[in-house]
């Protein structure tokens, strides 16, 4: 895909620089013979460890011109999820920046367990300010980067469209982490299909990279850009009030972000349309914040709800813009080949148009597999070929579908299937509340809602105001049993957002509600 964009048109604009077309295939190309001096061949597994900076995807590019597998390690991991990572994955070379001020990676690395880096031969330093690389590993050969990009140009790439190119890890919400295994044609498919769908081949599109490339959400927009002969503005760590500079000094037209990254834009400048050149905002509602969509677009910022996973690639699908849908997850998929189906947990019975049960979906952008897990694997995919999201939703007749919440989050109440969003956006309808989580509980032996809120810091209301306003508008047994006040949501930082963490919710609801089983 790369080699087929070669031009002088910048591809990347990062810290006052900027990198063609044709100088990161070059670039690429260097560094992938830099690596195969070092040993690095198909099948391989490299672990990059950077924040967003070019040399992300000149080594991302590298690693599939050898047929490596270029292992995205989150930014935000620390000592025992790096070991885990790495150790796990087998990664036989670790890319990092030793003098990065926000992360210090060398004291992290270092404090990893020894037992989980037996694999790892060398370490390679990005932005080393001095001539000698130190040793940041005992017994491991170290290499500036500069060095392998001064090599000669790789003759031949020895990766194919069926190569193994990309390890994503899961959230590990129910388990430990497991690593998403990617091939080259399903990341270069899926780039084309979803440039197409957002009409990123368009004249004057640039692009806004707020979110990292060690994500799903990050890499699949830099490559649907990259696909359709666009620039991408890097941000090196996210900060709001540098991206609406960046974003009115380039005219970015297109980003995607999560809907607290939307927020703190919208809360960092006074300009009353922050990005006068922006067609499109693809989000995903991670923090749940009541009234966003409609502020931001009041300001400019036309938000569209997105679904995706690292299974099946951030930008499977796209809502399309109207007010009923654009504020939720799920849309139309960007695959013409893609297709959805709601199906019932229990029977697995297919159902139709608008009835709530597990999404399953085929589509080209799914993962090979998940990498050295082959029961995990089997597990994942239906008799028929269908990969199971282990989310709920339900389908729509115009091929789009909507997503409500994920399968472990759905409750069942009164003998429904209920989502927690559903109740969630009601309460959040009340003036006091900023932000609302619901979870499962039990209340006098019966299966029960149990509401977490946010409220303003000079709110007056109680529960028993919340109750009374709930049953107002909802069915009895989806009221919620009792309401509980919170300073802040419990959440955790993925590579692709900032998420609740519901299963602490739930172990709160649990502790807090012992008293009436």
């Not at 990254?261 to 991670?286: E, H, I, K």
């Not at 209301?461 to 109750?467: C, F, G």
Request: net charge negative; charged share 20%.
């Amino acid at each position: 895909m790369l080699d087929s964009m070669v031009s002088d048109a910048p591809v990347i604009f990062h810290n006052g620089q900027y990198l063609s077309f044709r100088n990161l295939a070059d670039e690429s190309r260097r560094v992938a013979a830099g690596l195969q001096k070092l040993g690095i061949q198909p099948g391989d597994r490299v672990a990059i460890w950077l924040p967003n900076t070019p040399e992300w995807p000149i080594l991302y590019f590298a690693c599939a011109r050898l047929g490596a597998i270029a292992v995205a390690v989150n930014t935000r991991f620390r000592s025992s999820e790096v070991g885990d990572t790495v150790g796990r994955s087998g990664c036989k070379m670790i890319v990092l920046w030793p003098n990065f001020k926000e992360i210090d990676f060398v004291a992290i690395l270092r404090d990893v367990e020894t037992g989980m880096l037996e694999a790892v031969e060398h370490i390679v330093a990005c932005r080393q300010t001095g001539k000698d690389t130190p040793e940041i590993l005992p017994g491991r050969a170290h290499c500036p980067f500069e060095e392998l990009s001064a090599c000669a140009p790789i003759e031949q790439d020895h990766g194919t469209p069926d190569s193994s190119c990309t390890i994503f890890t899961t959230s590990g919400t129910t388990s430990a982490p497991k690593f998403v295994l990617h091939k080259q044609s399903a990341l270069t498919s899926h780039a084309r299909d979803t440039a197409a769908a957002l009409d990123l081949e368009m004249p004057g599109v640039t692009l806004l990279q707020v979110l990292p490339f060690c994500g799903t959400f990050g890499l699949s927009q830099f490559l649907s850009g990259l696909a359709s002969g666009q620039m991408a503005v890097l941000q090196t760590t996210f900060n709001a009030e540098e991206a609406v500079e960046l974003g009115r000094r380039h005219q970015v037209t297109h980003f995607c972000a999560s809907d607290d990254m939307v927020a703190r834009m919208l809360s960092a400048t006074d300009y009353q349309v922050p990005l006068p050149a922006l067609r499109f905002c693809g989000f995903a509602r991670f923090a749940g914040m009541p009234g966003l969509v409609e502020r931001a677009r009041e300001r400019g910022i036309a938000m569209r709800g997105l679904y995706g996973m690292s299974e099946c690639q951030a930008l499977f699908a796209v809502q399309p813009d109207e007010p009923e849908r654009r504020e939720f997850g799920g849309g139309i998929p960007v695959s013409a080949e893609a297709k959805v189906r709601a199906v019932d947990p229990d029977t697995e019975q297919v159902l139709d148009h608008s009835q709530v049960g597990e999404l399953q979906l085929i589509t080209p952008s799914l993962m090979q597999g998940y990498f050295a897990n082959p029961e995990a694997t089997s597990r994942a995919y239906t008799e028929d070929g269908y990969f199971r999201t282990g989310d709920m939703g339900y389908t729509l007749a115009d091929g789009g579908f909507m997503f409500m919440t994920r399968a472990g989050d759905a409750l069942r109440l009164g003998g429904f299937l209920v989502a927690p969003a559903e109740i969630e956006a009601y309460l959040e309808r009340h003036p006091d509340v900023l932000g609302c989580a619901i979870v499962t509980g039990t209340k006098r032996h019966v299966q029960r809602a149990i509401a977490f809120v946010c409220c303003d810091s000079g709110a007056q209301v109680d529960e028993a105001d919340l109750m009374a306003f709930c049953r107002e508008g909802l069915a009895n047994f989806k009221v919620p049993a009792r309401i509980f006040f919170l300073e802040e949501f419990p959440t955790v930082q993925s590579a692709n957002g900032t998420k609740k963490r519901r299963k602490e919710l739930r172990q709160m609801a649990h502790e807090w509600t012992l008293g009436d089983t």
